[in-house]
């Protein structure tokens, strides 16, 4: 999965694109679950290779546990297409949503690391439990990694 970003400058009432494209590849994604009342802590690592690991520390149904997933190349492809592009995650790089002062809530992290030696981080947690509205595209994220795991292996909580 290659990563494109072009930088657009406006002159007067047009529009021209420059010349100027960074082109990367992803290395490989790491998304990680954790809290709620069970304390849950999943860790989920896919890389570009075809290879992916989902991780149940801590967990309430089985413990310390890891499980290979099967992937395929365009899978891989797919998912970091829809994450990159579709939901935009690059714009959301180094934010960190912080959770009221509460309890029992999950906290979400994506880490994506680039074939240049760049990283993407971000943190957040539910939506009811933000110090800050969370953008939909990091709830779609979620959504998406969690539907991957449940089409790949049995969630851990």
Request: glycine share 4%.
């Amino acid at each position: 999965m290659y990563l494109t970003h072009t930088t657009t400058t406006v002159t007067s009432a047009e529009e021209t694109t420059t010349s100027e494209i960074k082109t990367t590849s992803i290395k490989f994604l790491t998304y990680i679950k954790k809290g709620g009342v069970k304390g849950v802590y999943n860790v989920l690592e896919i890389h570009e290779l075809n290879e992916a690991v989902y991780t149940c520390i801590f967990s309430p149904r089985f413990g310390n546990m890891s499980f290979p997933l099967s992937l395929n190349k365009s899978e891989v492809d797919l998912l970091f297409k829809k994450i990159v592009e579709e939901y935009k995650i690059l714009e959301y790089s180094g934010r960190v949503y912080e959770p009221k002062h509460i309890y029992d809530y999950f906290t979400y992290e994506v880490f994506l690391e680039l074939e240049d030696g760049n990283t993407i981080k971000v943190k957040w947690v539910d939506e009811w439990a933000s110090k800050e509205p969370i953008p939909e595209n990091l709830i779609h994220i979620k959504e998406t990694l969690e539907n991957f795991i449940r089409q790949k292996t049995i969630p851990c909580e």
